[in-house]
């Protein structure tokens, strides 16, 4: 980043850049310009939408299609490769337009760098296009700008400024010039700069240009991210297993029929073509499809609460993860500062409400209930106030403008019916001592009902307690001073990570005109202190607590102050009241063995940077977990981008945050964050189920070829009434399939272990159960039609692909659920799944009547009581599975019982 300018003195900084106080000329600010290029981040790198496109022919699963596509031409069989090839078009379709929709639905400029500047150019004071600042520009900055470039501040009246989106730090932080020691103080330690992207909460300051552009801790977060690797989604890693299953299965069973075939004597021709069917039965052809919609119908769910997939495959990534490692302000917390403790001489209040909302209460927690010094001191606050506060009267919406910390001083005083400008217009303000750090409080001087000048005091509590000589009493009534007890209870409030301030009100000495600049006060009254905290959302305990229920860890990685994040971790639950809280500064001296073992143990980092934030993410992902990070300000780009699924928030985050997301909450609510999770486990679910139907009945069909070849029969279906099958009946089935519901309880479950395969030893056992009864069935059946019964190969096949249509509409009753009994799992739970299984045996019947598919599919009609029959005998898959359902339940009830 080059020089330490932090640690240089004004004089040093404006020589090491060639400046002066007067600026640089407009010559050499050009030559900068050229030589350094524009103040700006360059923009992401935007996806085009032939790459989009093309990504949806990536895959192990999707290249086992075309392969099976191509072969089937080069074997002459035009229909398999058709069929195939519609498949592919029409999942590349879906998801080039889901993806598509969601790339336009977030905003992604980078627009925190885009403003203009007021800078000194040749002594003569000039507003710019900031993007046009070069190293060693003088800038003027004042109260609500936001800065333009990295600077050092070379002189400042009050200056506070909002480094939140950068640093993660909650409160403002006051700025001075005075060079520091430090020359490796990270950049929330440096409070002689200023850093791009921030902006000035109060004050005005000049600043000396140090970076532009990517130079700048902005653009070296930016730069960052181009380097870090992109964590996968759990989906994406359980599919690619699946998938190399798939391919290794295929293979081998088309070897092992090939040699079943050629050593029962059948001739090679027709035993490789039989090969081809094969694989033919075993590709879940329909997978790929009905995966993309799963995920699109969970993408449109999450979207209707709040929570924006840019990648379709992300989808369930919340849904798997096993840990979130959340920033603290904006995203547990409002990023707004709030009134939470009022404590005057005798008693201590607590005031209700969070944020800007105007809702809320006093009430006492200890001493006095009724007490005349919390309305004192909330009107004598609200007079020494330079913040401003409007309600809209058509929204309801609050405004406000100034200091964070007068702002919430001013939305106390409309829970107690106090507003500033009532006072001012009663009690008319005749002087102001405005804040400043040298002084440490702020006083207002305003003419009371006698004629005289009183003044209100408030700032910083020591200072605040030395200027006064007695205490208000709750009856309204002056009391002696209890100062040691004033500091106890002050320390007691910080210790909570709340910032204090004390406020006082007197009588003014002497007579005061406008244009004075008054003494400070003396012999004041003490009202008491008011503290204050950035607080939890009102949601964000009780998505904590639906986390801890669903088994997902929370940890958090904050900048703010350890004492803070402690607090409201603690707050929230996340932590209990002993917990250890490691910094920034703990984390750089750890070795990596130490990091992985204090990573197990913590829950709470402070004061971290985004390298820490980073180090933590690889650290998790190193011990197995599935990982989402979830944050707003610039600083939490790199670790959203490492973790497995990066959540950013939508409304308060940086567009930096949000391009490195591949999730973005909209509403900015932590609770959507736990509807996430539950849509996700929901879309992993129901990718399961499809996984199940496709597979298990692809297996039995192949185990049906296997049986029919070593009986000495001829095959049972062509290779395209297979694909009919497997596309045209049950792709209907798996549309319905992706449109279930949540089962109950799927937020009380733990998250299935990362390393769990999709085809875990559930659906093996399923599949083996499911794939006997179906191979078993179609088999038998094909060998009782023609050996038995005397039917033609024609009508037997007929029959038997009748067969298997009913076993697939009867055994998606089988996947909607792998525990819950089918009897007690209504369909009407389901109407689209329903719907979508009479839609598919309409469409078998239909193409059973009508000539074209007759004459392409080797169709007739059938009798109704040979349909019931075939009825019957697709029943017997839903028997086994409810029996081995029934074996599952028993076992389970048995290890609770022992």
């Given at each position: 980043?080059?020089?330490?300018?932090?640690?240089?003195?004004?004089?040093?900084?404006?020589?090491?850049?060639?400046?002066?106080?007067?600026?640089l000329?407009?010559a050499?600010?050009?030559?900068?310009?050229q030589?350094?290029?524009?103040?700006e981040?360059p923009?992401?790198?935007?996806?085009?939408?032939?790459?989009?496109?093309?990504?949806?022919?990536?895959?192990?699963?999707?290249?086992?299609?075309i392969a099976?596509?191509?072969?089937?031409v080069?074997?002459?069989?035009?229909?398999?490769?058709?069929?195939?090839?519609?498949?592919?078009?029409?999942?590349a379709l879906?998801?080039?337009?889901?993806e598509?929709?969601?790339e336009?639905e977030i905003?992604?400029?980078?627009?925190?760098m885009?403003?203009?500047?007021?800078?000194?150019?040749e002594?003569?004071?000039?507003?710019?296009?900031?993007?046009?600042?070069?190293?060693?520009?003088?800038?003027?900055l004042?109260?609500?700008?936001?800065?333009?470039?990295?600077?050092?501040?070379?002189?400042?009246?009050?200056?506070?400024?909002?480094?939140?989106?950068?640093t993660?730090?909650s409160?403002?932080v006051?700025?001075?010039?005075?060079p520091?020691?430090?020359a490796?103080?990270?950049?929330?330690?440096?409070?002689?700069?200023?850093?791009?992207?921030?902006?000035?909460?109060?004050?005005?300051?000049?600043?000396l240009?140090?970076?532009?552009?990517?130079?700048?801790?902005?653009?070296?977060?930016?730069?960052?991210?181009?380097?870090?690797?992109?964590?996968?989604?759990?989906?994406?890693m359980?599919?690619?297993?699946?998938s190399?299953?798939v391919?290794?299965?295929?293979?081998?069973?088309?070897?092992?029929?090939?040699?079943?075939?050629v050593?029962?004597?059948?001739?090679?021709?027709?035993?490789?073509?039989?090969?081809?069917?094969?694989?033919?039965?075993?590709?879940?052809?329909?997978?790929?499809?009905?995966?993309?919609?799963a995920?699109?119908?969970?993408?449109?769910?999450?979207a209707?609460?709040?929570?924006?997939?840019?990648?379709l495959?992300?989808?369930?990534?919340?849904?798997?993860?096993?840990?979130?490692?959340?920033?603290?302000?904006?995203?547990?917390?409002?990023?707004?500062?709030?009134?939470?403790r009022?404590?005057?001489?005798?008693?201590?209040?607590?005031v209700?409400?969070?944020?800007?909302s105007?809702?809320?209460?006093?009430?006492?927690?200890?001493?006095?209930?009724?007490?005349?010094?919390v309305?004192?001191?909330?009107?004598?606050?609200?007079?020494?106030?330079?913040?401003?506060?409007?309600?809209?009267?058509?929204?309801?919406?609050?405004?406000v403008?100034?200091?964070?910390?007068?702002v919430?001083?001013?939305?106390?005083?409309?829970?107690?019916?106090?507003?500033?400008?009532?006072?001012i217009?009663?009690?008319?303000?005749?002087?102001?001592?405005?804040?400043?750090?040298?002084?440490?409080?702020?006083?207002?001087?305003v003419?009371?009902?006698?004629?005289?000048?009183v003044?209100?005091?408030?700032?910083?509590?020591?200072?605040?307690?030395?200027?006064?000589?007695?205490?208000?009493?709750?009856?309204?009534?002056s009391?002696?001073?209890?100062?040691?007890?004033?500091?106890?209870?002050?320390?007691?409030?910080?210790s909570q990570?709340?910032?204090?301030?004390?406020?006082?009100?007197?009588?003014?000495?002497?007579e005061?005109?406008g244009?004075?600049?008054?003494?400070?006060?003396?012999?004041?009254?003490?009202?008491?202190?008011?503290?204050?905290?950035?607080?939890?959302?009102?949601?964000?305990?009780?998505?904590?607590?639906?986390c801890?229920?669903?088994?997902?860890?929370?940890?958090?990685?904050?900048?703010?102050?350890a004492?803070?994040?402690?607090?409201?971790?603690?707050e929230?639950?996340?932590?209990?009241?002993?917990?250890?809280?490691?910094?920034g500064?703990?984390?750089?001296?750890?070795t990596d063995?130490?990091?992985?073992?204090?990573?197990?143990?913590?829950?709470?980092?402070?004061?971290?940077?985004?390298?820490?934030?980073?180090?933590?993410?690889?650290?998790?992902?190193?011990?197995?977990?599935?990982?989402?990070?979830?944050?707003?300000?610039?600083?939490?780009?790199?670790?959203?981008?490492?973790?497995?699924?990066?959540?950013?928030?939508?409304?308060?985050?940086?567009?930096v945050?949000?391009?490195?997301?591949?999730?973005?909450?909209?509403?900015?609510?932590?609770?959507?964050?736990?509807?996430?999770?539950?849509?996700?486990?929901?879309?992993h679910?129901?990718?399961?189920?499809?996984?199940?139907?496709?597979?298990?009945?692809?297996?039995?069909?192949?185990?049906?070829?296997?049986?029919?070849?070593?009986?000495?029969?001829?095959m049972?279906?062509?290779?395209?009434?297979?694909l009919?099958a497997?596309?045209?009946?049950?792709g209907?089935?798996?549309?319905?399939l992706?449109?279930?519901?949540?089962?109950?309880?799927?937020?009380?479950?733990?998250p299935?272990?990362?390393?769990?395969?999709?085809?875990?030893?559930?659906?093996?056992?399923?599949?083996?159960?499911v794939?006997?009864?179906?191979?078993?069935?179609?088999?038998g059946?094909?060998?009782?039609?023609?050996?038995?019964?005397?039917?033609?190969?024609?009508?037997?096949?007929?029959?038997?692909?009748?067969?298997?249509?009913?076993?697939?509409?009867?055994?998606?009753?089988?996947?909607?659920?792998?525990?819950?009994?089918?009897?007690?799992?209504s369909p009407l739970?389901?109407?689209?799944?329903?719907?979508?299984?009479?839609?598919?045996?309409?469409v078998?019947?239909?193409?059973?009547?009508?000539?074209?598919?007759?004459?392409?599919?080797?169709?007739?009609?059938?009798?109704?009581?040979?349909?019931?029959?075939?009825?019957?005998i697709?029943l017997?898959?839903?028997?086994?599975?409810?029996?081995?359902?029934?074996?599952?339940w028993?076992?389970?009830?048995?290890?609770?019982?022992?």
């Amino acid at each position: 980043m080059g020089q330490a300018f932090h640690t240089l003195s004004v004089e040093q900084s404006l020589a090491g850049l060639g400046s002066s106080l007067d600026g640089l000329s407009v010559a050499e600010a050009r030559a900068r310009l050229q030589r350094d290029g524009r103040n700006e981040l360059p923009p992401p790198k935007r996806t085009s939408w032939i790459i989009i496109l093309l990504r949806q022919f990536a895959g192990p699963l999707i290249a086992v299609l075309i392969a099976a596509a191509v072969v089937s031409v080069f074997l002459n069989e035009p229909g398999d490769a058709a069929f195939i090839g519609i498949v592919l078009v029409f999942n590349a379709l879906i998801g080039f337009f889901q993806e598509v929709k969601a790339e336009r639905e977030i905003i992604r400029l980078f627009a925190l760098m885009r403003t203009t500047a007021r800078v000194e150019r040749e002594d003569e004071l000039r507003e710019v296009d900031a993007a046009e600042l070069v190293a060693g520009d003088v800038v003027w900055l004042e109260s609500g700008a936001r800065v333009p470039a990295d600077m050092r501040i070379v002189q400042e009246r009050d200056v506070t400024v909002d480094e939140a989106a950068l640093t993660g730090e909650s409160l403002p932080v006051s700025k001075t010039t005075a060079p520091l020691a430090n020359a490796d103080a990270i950049p929330a330690e440096r409070t002689n700069m200023l850093f791009a992207g921030t902006s000035v909460t109060r004050g005005r300051a000049i600043g000396l240009v140090t970076a532009t552009g990517v130079r700048t801790e902005l653009g070296e977060v930016a730069r960052e991210l181009e380097t870090t690797r992109r964590g996968k989604p759990p989906l994406v890693m359980r599919i690619e297993k699946l998938s190399k299953q798939v391919a290794v299965g295929t293979v081998v069973g088309c070897l092992l029929v090939f040699g079943v075939g050629v050593a029962r004597g059948f001739p090679v021709a027709e035993t490789f073509l039989m090969g081809v069917a094969l694989a033919v039965a075993a590709i879940p052809e329909g997978l790929p499809v009905a995966i993309t919609l799963a995920l699109a119908v969970g993408l449109k769910r999450m979207a209707s609460r709040g929570v924006l997939v840019r990648r379709l495959e992300a989808v369930e990534g919340l849904g798997s993860c096993t840990v979130i490692c959340t920033d603290k302000t904006g995203t547990l917390t409002m990023n707004q500062l709030t009134v939470n403790r009022i404590a005057t001489a005798s008693a201590l209040h607590e005031v209700s409400g969070a944020g800007y909302s105007l809702d809320g209460e006093v009430r006492p927690l200890e001493g006095e209930g009724n007490d005349a010094a919390v309305e004192a001191l909330v009107r004598s606050a609200c007079f020494a106030n330079e913040a401003t506060l409007a309600r809209d009267e058509h929204s309801g919406d609050v405004h406000v403008s100034g200091d964070p910390t007068d702002v919430a001083v001013l939305v106390a005083g409309r829970k107690l019916g106090v507003r500033r400008e009532h006072l001012i217009e009663h009690s008319p303000e005749v002087a102001v001592l405005p804040f400043e750090s040298e002084r440490q409080f702020a006083a207002s001087y305003v003419r009371d009902d006698d004629g005289g000048v009183v003044v209100h005091v408030k700032g910083a509590p020591e200072r605040i307690l030395a200027m006064c000589t007695d205490a208000l009493g709750p009856d309204g009534s002056s009391r002696k001073l209890d100062a040691e007890a004033m500091r106890t209870r002050l320390q007691d409030l910080s210790s909570q990570g709340l910032r204090v301030l004390g406020v006082a009100r007197g009588k003014a000495h002497g007579e005061i005109a406008g244009s004075d600049v008054p003494e400070p006060p003396h012999d004041l009254t003490f009202l008491g202190l008011i503290a204050m905290r950035d607080a939890p959302r009102l949601e964000a305990k009780q998505a904590i607590q639906a986390c801890h229920d669903a088994s997902v860890r929370i940890i958090v990685a904050t900048g703010d102050h350890a004492l803070t994040a402690a607090a409201v971790a603690r707050e929230l639950g996340i932590v209990g009241e002993d917990a250890k809280v490691l910094t920034g500064h703990d984390v750089e001296k750890m070795t990596d063995k130490e990091f992985e073992q204090a990573v197990r143990e913590v829950s709470v980092f402070a004061r971290v940077t985004p390298i820490h934030k980073l180090r933590l993410v690889r650290t998790l992902e190193a011990q197995g977990e599935l990982v989402a990070m979830t944050g707003d300000g610039a600083n939490d780009a790199g670790a959203l981008k490492a973790a497995h699924i990066g959540v950013a928030m939508g409304l308060r985050g940086t567009d930096v945050a949000k391009e490195a997301a591949r999730v973005v909450i909209t509403d900015d609510n932590f609770a959507s964050i736990v509807a996430g999770i539950e849509e996700g486990r929901i879309v992993h679910d129901n990718v399961r189920n499809v996984v199940a139907l496709l597979v298990m009945t692809g297996v039995g069909e192949v185990l049906a070829i296997l049986l029919t070849i070593l009986m000495g029969l001829p095959m049972p279906m062509t290779a395209v009434q297979l694909l009919w099958a497997n596309l045209a009946t049950e792709g209907l089935q798996v549309i319905g399939l992706a449109l279930e519901p949540g089962a109950h309880g799927i937020l009380k479950r733990a998250p299935r272990p990362p390393d769990e395969r999709i085809f875990n030893g559930l659906m093996l056992q399923r599949t083996l159960i499911v794939s006997l009864v179906v191979g078993g069935s179609i088999a038998g059946s094909y060998w009782y039609l023609l050996k038995v019964a005397g039917y033609s190969q024609f009508a037997a096949s007929n029959l038997v692909l009748l067969l298997l249509v009913l076993i697939e509409n009867v055994h998606i009753g089988n996947c909607r659920d792998e525990h819950r009994s089918g009897f007690v799992n209504s369909p009407l739970r389901n109407p689209w799944l329903l719907g979508a299984a009479l839609l598919a045996q309409g469409v078998h019947l239909l193409a059973m009547n009508w000539g074209p598919t007759q004459e392409l599919l080797n169709l007739e009609p059938v009798h109704f009581m040979t349909w019931l029959a075939m009825f019957g005998i697709s029943l017997s898959v839903f028997a086994a599975v409810e029996l081995h359902k029934l074996w599952l339940w028993w076992r389970e009830s048995a290890k609770r019982r022992t």
